[in-house]
């Protein structure tokens, strides 16, 4: 079996006296770009959260879900190995910062330790250079930016930790479609190569994903529904809920 940075298997969630999630499984390996597709209430969030190892109390969880090889079902991020962490990118940008840590402190954070002072300002200005935002940010407070700014400086957190997978869930939906255009353009830069992490790309968004990720899977009512290449699933979709998915992309396109 290869290599993946994730792999999911038979995850199912039982909660609030009903099943949530129901067998779900999906891979995404090194150096991929997948995208996690689905109407709202699908579990797509809910399949990203146990991968982040954030799921809510009160679930009870079984199957596995291993990255990198090793298994981290019920195990909370900040248990876990730091080359066993997924960093995430979410939907809404000023609740992923503290607003009271500028954000040069807060991408220095998950930076190793034994880093000289002069190193660790040398990485930060180098992180935000590499998501195409100056120096001076760094010296800001998140509320100073603008939301496209604080999404590209949530980018550049998630990186700083090396993470084996990126899990970008809804990144793009508060913003403008000039500034969307460009926050998938960084993700389709950073990741999906081999000296980058994997990215595991949630959305409602058909065009933002066939644009992204090479492969697609489809969710509905806690499970998989159909999984594959995705212009292949998009030209030619097996799935009754995924037909209407693509069909409706189409008429909002037109």
Do not use: W
């Amino acid at each position: 079996m290869e290599q993946a940075a994730v792999r999911v298997t038979g995850l199912s969630l039982q909660g609030g006296g009903g099943a949530l999630l129901a067998g779900v499984d999906l891979v995404c390996r090194a150096g991929e770009r997948v995208a996690l597709v689905g109407a709202s209430g699908s579990g797509k969030s809910l399949t990203a959260k146990a991968v982040l190892g954030v799921l809510p109390p009160g679930l009870t969880a079984e199957g596995s879900v291993r990255i990198a090889g090793t298994e981290v079902l019920g195990v909370p991020c900040a248990r876990r190995a730091p080359d066993r962490r997924p960093a995430a990118v979410l939907q809404d940008s000023a609740l992923a910062l503290h607003p009271l840590v500028t954000v040069g402190e807060q991408i220095a954070l998950p930076l190793p330790g034994r880093l000289r002072r002069a190193d660790t300002r040398r990485r930060v200005r180098d992180l935000l250079a590499s998501v195409g935002l100056p120096d001076q940010i760094a010296e800001r407070y998140p509320g100073q930016l603008s939301g496209g700014q604080r999404q590209r400086a949530c980018l550049a957190l998630a990186l700083a930790a090396q993470p084996p997978l990126l899990v970008a869930d809804e990144p793009t939906t508060a913003l403008d479609v000039i500034t969307q255009a460009a926050i998938v353009s960084l993700l389709k830069d950073r990741t999906g190569r081999p000296d980058g992490p994997a990215l595991l790309f949630i959305t409602h968004d058909l065009a933002v994903a066939a644009g992204l990720c090479t492969r697609i899977v489809v969710m509905h009512g806690g499970r998989v529904i159909e999984n594959g290449p995705i212009l292949d699933v998009l030209r030619e979709p097996r799935h009754e809920r995924t037909r209407e998915l693509v069909g409706a992309a189409r008429s909002a396109a037109a």
